[in-house]
């Protein structure tokens, strides 16, 4: 089994709403973020994965929360198995300039791994239309659970 490490954030906009991410991969619900690269810091991974699914340019950021665990464990469309080492970011993002409709940024990005781009209160999110691996983060957020480091 591959482990991966991932960094991804939680972008809040100006009313204190979630950006979440429906992606291609697997089509639910999720955070932006995804795999580190070979020779890149967490940080660099985080704004990288950002700024390439959204469009948006990270401000500014602190480490949230690291998850790893038999949680994090992951199969693919196509059978792989993975477990995740997921860095999680609070980060700021300028959402000067961008295209807003509603809740939802407007933002085509080129390798088409958003299917959509949404912000939304933390109470308005469907826990069920969550990714697998990032269900533990929104149950986590919606219990007030705050420690560091989460299996």
Same mark, same amino acid.
Request: no cysteine; aromatic share 10%; hydrophobic share 35%.
């Given at each position: 089994?591959?482990?991966?490490? &991932?960094?991804?954030?939680?972008?809040?906009?100006? =009313?204190?709403?979630?950006?979440? =991410?429906?992606? +291609?991969?697997?089509?639910?619900? %999720?955070?932006?973020? %995804?795999?580190?690269?070979?020779?890149? +810091?967490?940080?660099?991974?985080?704004?990288?994965? #950002?700024?390439?699914?959204?469009?948006?340019? !990270?401000?500014?950021? $602190?480490?949230? &929360? #690291?998850? +790893?665990?038999?949680?994090?464990?992951?199969?693919?469309?196509?059978? $792989?198995?993975?477990?995740?080492?997921?860095?999680?970011?609070?980060?700021?993002?300028?959402?000067? %300039? =961008?295209?807003?409709?509603?809740?939802?940024? !407007?933002? $085509?990005?080129?390798?088409?791994? +958003?299917?959509?781009?949404?912000?939304?209160?933390?109470?308005?999110?469907?826990?069920?239309?969550? $990714?697998?691996? =990032?269900?533990?983060?929104?149950?986590?957020? *919606?219990? %007030?659970? *705050? &420690?560091?480091?989460?299996?």
């Amino acid at each position: 089994m591959k482990i991966i490490v &991932t960094g991804g954030a939680i972008i809040l906009d100006e =009313q204190n709403r979630i950006l979440l =991410q429906r992606r +291609s991969d697997y089509g639910d619900w %999720g955070l932006p973020g %995804g795999g580190m690269g070979a020779g890149e +810091s967490i940080e660099e991974t985080m704004i990288r994965e #950002v700024y390439e699914e959204t469009g948006l340019k !990270i401000k500014e950021y $602190n480490l949230y &929360t #690291v998850y +790893s665990g038999p949680r994090m464990k992951y199969r693919y469309p196509d059978g $792989n198995e993975v477990v995740f080492v997921m860095f999680l970011f609070n980060a700021k993002a300028d959402l000067n %300039g =961008q295209v807003l409709e509603g809740n939802r940024l !407007i933002y $085509n990005d080129d390798n088409d791994e +958003s299917l959509r781009l949404e912000f939304k209160f933390l109470e308005d999110i469907n826990i069920e239309e969550i $990714n697998i691996v =990032q269900k533990p983060i929104f149950e986590d957020l *919606k219990n %007030g659970i *705050k &420690t560091i480091l989460r299996t």
